[in-house]
C-alpha cells in the first residue's frame, strides 16, 4: 500500500475525532427537559406534578448545563450571533426599567427575573444544537407538547366557553393557547411530510386536526388571523413550491370542515367588529374589542409619559387600571421596556428573517432541511402579524423559534469547506509532511519534502 495513503488512513480518522466536540448529553438532556416542562406544562394537568417546582428545576439545571458547555461545544461563546447580544440587551434594559419602575419595582423585577431565563435556554440552544438531529428533537417536542396540550384542553374544557383558563400558565389564556397553536402548526406539517412510516403520517395528521379543532374552540381572532397568514405562506412553501397541491385543497376543505363543526363563536367574535350585537357572544366580543382599543390608547400615552425605560415588565396591567394587556406585543414591550427595549426585540426578530432569507437562497439544502425552512419561515412570518393582535412579548415559542434558525444557519455555514486546514488538521498534516492539494473539493494530499 501506499505510505502517504496508509498515513491518511490510519491518522485522518484520529484528526476528526479529536475535532469532534464533546457530546454533552447531560446538558442537552436538561434542555431538552425544559422544552417539555414549558411546552407541555404536565404541572398544571397532572395533579400530583403541581407540588414539584419542575420549571425552576429544569431552569436550573439547563443553567448548570450551559456553565458546564462552555469551552467544550463545538461552538464557543464568541461565536454567538448577534441576536444573542439583541436578546441579552433587552433583558438589561428591562432590568433597568424595574428599578426605575413607576408603578412597582418589585412585581417587574420578579416578572423580568422569570423572563430572563429564556436567555440561559437561547444561548444553550444555539451550543448545543450542532446537528440537525438535535435540532429536529427539540421542534418535535414542542410539537407533541402543543398536539397533547390541545387534547388535555379539549377533554377538560369541551363544555366551557373559549377553552379559557383549562390549562394555567401559558395556555390559561384562549388567545395565547391560539398563538401558541398557530405558530407550531407549520413544524407538525413539516413532521408529516416527512414522515416516513403509515403509523407516523397518521399520527401527525391527526394531531394537525386536533390542534385545529382546539384553535377554532378558542375563538380566538387574533388565533385566527394568524392562521390565515401562517397557513397562507406554509401553503406556499410546502404547496405551491413543493409541488404538492393536493395540501392547499386539502387545507382549505379542512378549514371549511373546522369552522362548520366549531366555527360558531368565532364567527360571531369576528362579526361583532362591525358593532352590530346580536346575541350575547356577540356582545362579549364587541365588548372586548372596545377595550383593546381603549388599552392601546392607554398604552401609547405611558409610551409618550416614560419613553426611554418604560413602567416594568407586567406593569402595565396596573397602571391601565383596566388590569389586562395591551394586546399588541409591539406596544405591550414600548411601554413596559422603553423605546429601546423595542428597538432590540424588532432587530432580535430581524435576525430570524435574515438567517432564514441565507438559508432560503441556497440550492444545495435536502428534503428535510428545506421543509423545517419553510416550517420555520411560517411560523416567523406567522408570529409578526399575529404580534399585532396579541400581547405575546413573553411568551417563549417566538424567541425558541428565533434559535432554531440561528442554530440551522451555524450548521448550514459549518458545513461549508474551510479555505485554511483546522489546527487539528495543520497539526497531523505538517506532522507527516502531508499538505492540501488543488481545489477545496479536493480530498487528495501530496507529499513535500
Known amino acids: 500500500m501506499d505510505p502517504v495513503r496508509a498515513a491518511e488512513q490510519t491518522i485522518a480518522p484520529r484528526a476528526v475525532e479529536l475535532q469532534k466536540p464533546a457530546s454533552l448529553n447531560g446538558a442537552f438532556f436538561w434542555l431538552s427537559a425544559f422544552y417539555v416542562i414549558y411546552c407541555a406544562r404536565p404541572e398544571d394537568w397532572i395533579p400530583v406534578l403541581g407540588y414539584i417546582p419542575l420549571a425552576k428545576i429544569s431552569g436550573v439545571f439547563a443553567l448548570l448545563g450551559l456553565l458546564s458547555s462552555l469551552g467544550k461545544t463545538q461552538r464557543r461563546i464568541r461565536d454567538l450571533p448577534r441576536e444573542s447580544n439583541y436578546l441579552l440587551g433587552m433583558i438589561g434594559v428591562l432590568f433597568i426599567s424595574a428599578a426605575l419602575s413607576p408603578v412597582w419595582k418589585g412585581g417587574a423585577l420578579t416578572h423580568t427575573l422569570d423572563f430572563a431565563k429564556v436567555w440561559v435556554v437561547w444561548i444553550l440552544t444555539f451550543l448545543l444544537v450542532t446537528d440537525f438531529a438535535r435540532l429536529r428533537r427539540l421542534v418535535y417536542i414542542q410539537s407533541a407538547s402543543v398536539a397533547v396540550i390541545c387534547v388535555v384542553s379539549i377533554i377538560l374544557g369541551h363544555n366551557q366557553p373559549r377553552l379559557e383558563g383549562v390549562i394555567g400558565g401559558i395556555y390559561s389564556n384562549s388567545n395565547d393557547l391560539a398563538f401558541a397553536i398557530v405558530l407550531t402548526l407549520p413544524f407538525c406539517l413539516a413532521f408529516l411530510l416527512s414522515a416516513k412510516g403509515v403509523l407516523a403520517r397518521l399520527s401527525w395528521t391527526g394531531a394537525i386536526l386536533i390542534m385545529g379543532l382546539a384553535l377554532f374552540m378558542t375563538a380566538s381572532r387574533a388565533g385566527f388571523i394568524t392562521l390565515v397568514i401562517s397557513g397562507t405562506v ?7 413550491k413543493g409541488r404538492r397541491f393536493y395540501l392547499v385543497v ?3 376543505l379542512t378549514v371549511v370542515i373546522l369552522l ?6 368565532l364567527a ?8 352590530k ?3 350575547q357572544e356577540e356582545g362579549r366580543a364587541y365588548s372586548s374589542y372596545e377595550q383593546r382599543r381603549y388599552l392601546m390608547s392607554k398604552a401609547i400615552e405611558g409610551i409618550e409619559r416614560y419613553p426611554i425605560f418604560g413602567l416594568g415588565v407586567h406593569n402595565f396591567q396596573v397602571y391601565s387600571d383596566d388590569w389586562h394587556d395591551v ?12 423605546i429601546p427595549s423595542l428597538i432590540l426585540y424588532l432587530l432580535f426578530i430581524a435576525s430570524a428573517f435574515r438567517n432564514l432569507r441565507k438559508l432560503r437562497r441556497r440550492k444545495d439544502l435536502d428534503a428535510q432541511t428545506t421543509l423545517f425552512v419553510g416550517g420555520l419561515h411560517s411560523s416567523m412570518i406567522g408570529f409578526v402579524i399575529g404580534a399585532l393582535f396579541a400581547p405575546e412579548a413573553y411568551q417563549f415559542f ?8 440561528s442554530a440551522l444557519a451555524a450548521m448550514i455555514n459549518e458545513r461549508e469547506p474551510a479555505s485554511e486546514p483546522s489546527p487539528v488538521g495543520k497539526d497531523w498534516r505538517s506532522r507527516y509532511g502531508m499538505v492540501r492539494a488543488g481545489k477545496k473539493k479536493s480530498g487528495d494530499f501530496t507529499l513535500v519534502h
Open 250 to 252: 386539502g387545507s382549505v
Open 268 to 275: 360571531d367574535r369576528m362579526a361583532a367588529i362591525s358593532g
Open 277 to 279: 350585537v346580536e346575541n
Open 234 to 240: 406554509c401553503l406556499w412553501h410546502f404547496g405551491v
Open 327 to 338: 394586546h399588541m406585543t409591539y406596544l405591550q414591550i414600548a411601554v413596559e421596556g422603553g
Open 398 to 405: 417566538p424567541y425558541f423559534a428565533v434559535a432554531y434558525a
Open 260 to 265: 362548520a363543526v366549531a366555527g360558531r363563536p
